[in-house]
């Protein structure tokens, strides 16, 4: 197969202007807008979709097996600085911030839950 070729029997006209009505009431203005917020390939981005895709994608948007409807959200995309500062050892961010006047406390080793708990900053 070729790169770029569909895997698959294409999408039926009416599945395709089906996906395009939900995309539109989720926000977006056509298929190549939704690209990134729904994970579209530049061929899907472009309107061409297998059958099987368009399924699939319709699916996701009408919601999920417990009724609640699918929320379209883009991804977070991390700025150079903030990809920096993530890969930064603790003991040398909180250095740095007590430098310029800032007050660190380290968090309580029993209350972490996730990379920002027990985070106590203030200036």
Do not use: C, Y
Not at 4 to 15: D, E, I, L
Not at 59 to 71: H, I, K, M, S, V
């Amino acid at each position: 197969m070729a790169f770029g070729q569909q895997s698959g029997p294409p999408a039926s006209p009416r599945q395709v202007r089906e996906l395009l009505a939900l995309l539109n009431d989720a926000g977006h203005t056509d298929f190549r807008d939704a690209r990134g917020p729904m994970g579209f390939t530049q061929r899907q981005a472009a309107g061409k979709f297998t059958r099987d895709e368009a399924a699939a994608f319709i699916a996701r948007l009408q919601g999920n097996e417990d009724g609640t409807p699918f929320e379209v959200v883009p991804p977070a995309k991390l700025s150079a600085q903030e990809q920096l500062l993530r890969h930064l050892p603790a003991e040398q961010l909180a250095a740095e911030l007590r430098r310029r006047g800032w007050t660190v406390t380290e968090p309580a080793a029993s209350s972490s839950s996730g990379p920002d708990a027990g985070a106590n900053f203030g200036p």
